[in-house]
């Protein structure tokens, strides 16, 4: 079955930064488009970033524009996201997730889910 395992996650001071990563198993890994997702405490599901199968394509929210990146290795069937000058705003548990449509940053679209990993910035 699919599993997307989510990695990377911590606590880190504001302006410091963390990486992510999102191994995935049981799908034809370069045929997905991937995303990240977050949800703080009290707060929907929101759109950070995505990626289409080659890398080519990266749309971000405009709350993370310019500090994260997203980026993926379709041979270690990985996504990252690499998260610089992080904000307590940033406070979240991250997801990340996999859709065989275009590239979209409709969470409804996404058929794969990881379980998550707790990011949390301390001011």
């Known amino acids: 079955q699919v599993q997307l395992v989510e990695s990377g996650g911590g606590l880190v001071q504001a302006g410091g930064s963390l990486r992510l990563s999102c191994a995935a198993s049981?799908?034809?890994?370069?045929?997905?488009?991937m995303g990240w997702f977050r949800q703080a405490p009290g707060k929907e599901r929101e759109f950070v970033a995505a990626i289409n199968w080659s890398g080519g394509s990266t749309p971000y929210a405009d709350s993370v524009k310019g500090r994260f990146t997203i980026s993926r290795d379709n041979a270690k069937n990985t996504v990252y996201l690499q998260m610089n000058s992080l904000k307590p705003e940033d406070t979240a548990v991250y997801y990340c997730?996999?859709?065989?449509?275009?590239?979209?940053?409709?969470?409804?679209?996404?058929?794969?889910w990881g379980q998550g990993t707790q990011v949390t910035v301390s001011s």
């Open positions: 997730a996999a859709t065989r449509s275009v590239l979209t940053m409709l969470s409804k679209v996404y058929a794969y």
């Open positions: 049981g799908l034809t890994f370069s045929s997905y488009s």
